[in-house]
């Protein structure tokens, strides 16, 4: 159905939710425009899946799943190790790996390719402030000429700018769980063929894994608060997370020193808390918010399929609605919610997965690794465990 009114839509953040919600929207007869803060597309992360039928099914939509399916992990192994680097248990592949897992960067990508042709992109600008009145929401830009919009739409994730401004005055917004993380690419001088190796010491781990495709590997690390209180950081200073980072693992072995000494070499660093996003609502006027920016939940909480869903169901209820975006808004954020829930539900465990916290949960961790291969029904049943939140949502069909 060809929008009738609101047809032109900012969308800041070009990551995954950003992109996906502007396919939809051109898809629907909108005219979307993404701003994106970074210089260029932003590379960088690890791996991000995709798992059962309402993920792959609007990817398939998009024309997008044979590329992604192209561009798969396919990890074969993922190992724990002693500091010696000798295995002590082994994750049976593809067990959390979902139906596709893709390098985030080659999504991006994808993503940004598939729509560049009937999207706006600003690169290297960001909003600095917002005015709703009647005639639309008035953006001013860090660089770029004031503009107006019918409707601005926050897809720029945990930190969102455009929450910021448009939902300033609500409290508890970001629920920290106590765990950081940062990733960066390596050279491989560890002689892995699509594998990881992980290494956990309490409240830490850090993991090396091969990167297919890109000649290099990717070094990650997941770190608890120490003390169990917050790690006071700039999410925009690189060389202070850097630090921060160097300190919280300073006296751990295996292959930390060397892919630590690798920081100042790294382009692509990341660095974040694991924080939840918890709004009372999602819209607020003409402002909306998609993806991490409205309801992050961390690792294990399909952020990244979460974030395609509701750029299908956003840009599907504005078509649906004829460009209303009252009424649109309102039944995003009706079909979406439960769905959301249950991903957060589901991520507020990963701490005491990525990083347990003492000597003999890392034991546990372990054994229950090394036992798991025997126990076919228990394998069954992290699958399902990890599949089921993904799949717990009916997609309407929206007329092109
Ligand atoms: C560099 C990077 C690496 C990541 N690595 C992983 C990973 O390895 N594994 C994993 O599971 N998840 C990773 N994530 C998170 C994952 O992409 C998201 O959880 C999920 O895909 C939802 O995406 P999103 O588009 O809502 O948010 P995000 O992916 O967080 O994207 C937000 C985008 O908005 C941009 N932005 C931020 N503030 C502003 C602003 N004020 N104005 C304009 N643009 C802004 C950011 O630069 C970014 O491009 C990573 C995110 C980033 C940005």
């Known amino acids: 159905m060809e929008a009738k009114q609101n047809r032109n839509i900012l969308i800041s953040g070009a990551s995954v939710a950003g992109p996906a ?141 455009i929450r910021q401004l448009a939902f300033a005055g609500q ?88 892919l630590l000494g690798q920081l100042p070499a790294a382009d692509d660093f990341y660095f974040d808390s694991v924080s939840q996003v918890r709004l009372g609502r999602w819209s607020s006027g003409r402002v909306a918010l998609a993806g991490d920016a409205g309801y992050a939940a961390g690792p294990g909480g399909n952020g990244t399929g979460t974030a395609v869903v509701a750029a299908y169901v956003l840009a599907g209820e504005l078509a649906a609605a004829g460009g209303d975006y009252r009424t649109a808004y309102d039944r995003y954020e009706r079909r979406l919610r439960p769905y959301v829930a249950r991903g957060q539900k589901q991520a507020r465990g990963g701490a005491d997965f990525l990083a347990p916290d003492t000597a003999r949960k890392i034991a546990q961790r372990n054994r229950f690794f090394r036992l798991l291969p025997y126990l076919p029904p228990a394998r069954a049943l992290v699958k399902h465990l990890s599949t089921r939140t993904a799949t717990a949502i009916n997609l309407p069909q929206y007329a092109p």
């Open 171 to 258: 409290p508890d917004q970001v629920a920290d769980l106590g765990l950081y993380v940062a990733i960066f690419g390596v050279p491989d001088r560890y002689g892995l063929d699509h594998e990881g190796l992980l290494y956990s010491v309490p409240g830490k781990t850090a993991a090396v894994f091969s990167a297919p495709g890109t000649g290099q590997a990717v070094a990650q690390f997941f770190f608890r608060a120490p003390g169990g209180r917050p790690v006071d950081f700039d999410y925009r200073d690189t060389a202070q997370q850097q630090k921060i980072l160097a300190s919280a693992f300073a006296d751990v072995g295996w292959h930390v020193p060397d």
């Open 21 to 161: 919600l502007a396919w939809w929207l051109a898809r629907h007869g909108f005219r979307p425009t993404v701003v994106e803060r970074a210089p260029h597309l932003r590379g960088g992360g690890y791996a991000v899946d995709f798992r059962g039928p309402a993920h792959l099914s609007v990817l398939a939509q998009m024309g997008i799943l044979d590329q992604i399916s192209a561009h798969q992990t396919h990890l074969a192994a993922t190992t724990y190790v002693d500091e010696d680097s000798r295995p002590v248990a082994s994750m049976p592949a593809g067990i959390f790996a979902g139906d596709v897992e893709i390098l985030r960067g080659d999504l991006g990508r994808i993503l940004y390719e598939a729509t560049r042709d009937r999207t706006e992109y600003l690169f290297g600008d960001s909003v600095t402030a917002l005015r709703e009145d009647d005639g639309g929401v008035h953006v001013t830009f860090a660089r770029s000429a004031p503009r107006t919009f019918d409707l601005v739409i926050g897809a720029d994730g945990l930190h969102s700018g």
